[in-house]
């Protein structure tokens, strides 16, 4: 089992930038793909951004595409989402996620939410207009 907790949500304004981080802890020995959700007021939660276990692949909802970077460094194991040219409709409390895969599995990548096993506890992002 592994443990997630995301940091570095808080408020910034229209325009600006703001990175994520997706902290995991536990059997960290296993391989995981992982991925960002985001879950707004009133709204489901909604894909965001994936990357795969080997770090290869990455994949973005169109929404975010240009202005949202995912990666990880495996050796802290540690998920990051880097965010620019935030826009009030970026608001949202952030989840990071992570599936175990095997080794035949490295290159996936997983963008529905019912394919992660492991979440964390989210983040807030409130971008001002």
């Known amino acids: 089992q592994v443990q997630l907790v995301e940091s570095g949500g808080g408020l910034v304004q229209a325009g600006g930038s703001r990175r994520l981080s997706c902290a995991a802890s536990?059997?960290?020995?296993?391989?995981?793909?992982m991925g960002w959700f985001r879950q707004a007021p009133g709204k489901e939660r909604e894909y965001v951004a994936s990357c795969s276990s080997s770090g290869d692949r990455t994949n973005y909802a169109d929404s975010v595409k240009g202005r949202f970077t995912i990666s990880r460094d495996n050796a802290k194991t540690t998920l990051y989402l880097q965010m620019d040219s935030l826009k009030p409709e970026d608001t949202a409390v952030y989840f990071c996620?992570?599936?175990?895969?095997?080794?035949?599995?490295?290159?996936?990548?997983?963008?529905?939410?019912?394919?992660?096993?492991?979440w964390g506890q989210g983040t807030q992002v409130t971008v001002s207009s």
């Open positions: 996620a992570a599936r175990p895969v095997n080794r035949y599995g490295a290159s996936f990548i997983y963008t529905d939410s019912r394919y992660y096993d492991y």
């Open positions: 536990g059997r960290t020995s296993s391989s995981y793909a």
